[in-house]
C-alpha cells in the first residue's frame, strides 16, 4: 500500500479513523440505537431460554 510507505501504518489508521468521524457522524447515533437494542433482544432471549430450560416459567395451558 503506498499510503502505509509513505506515511507508516500509525498514520494510515488515524487518516481512516478521522475521514470515518467526519464523513459518518450523522450515522453513529443510529449505530448505537440499533447495537442497544440488538443486545437488550439478544439479554432478553438468553433469559427466555433459560426460564425454558429449567422450568422456572409457570404453565399457562393448565386451568388453575
Wanted: charged share 25%; no cysteine; proline share 6%.
Amino acid at each position: 500500500m503506498v499510503l502505509a510507505e509513505i506515511f507508516g501504518m500509525d498514520g494510515v489508521l488515524v487518516v481512516l479513523i478521522l475521514v470515518l468521524v467526519l464523513f459518518a457522524a450523522p450515522q453513529i447515533p443510529k449505530l448505537a440505537r440499533s447495537l442497544g437494542t440488538a443486545k437488550g433482544e439478544f439479554e432478553k432471549g438468553l433469559k427466555d431460554g433459560t426460564e425454558a430450560a429449567t422450568g422456572d416459567e409457570p404453565d399457562t395451558t393448565k386451568p388453575s
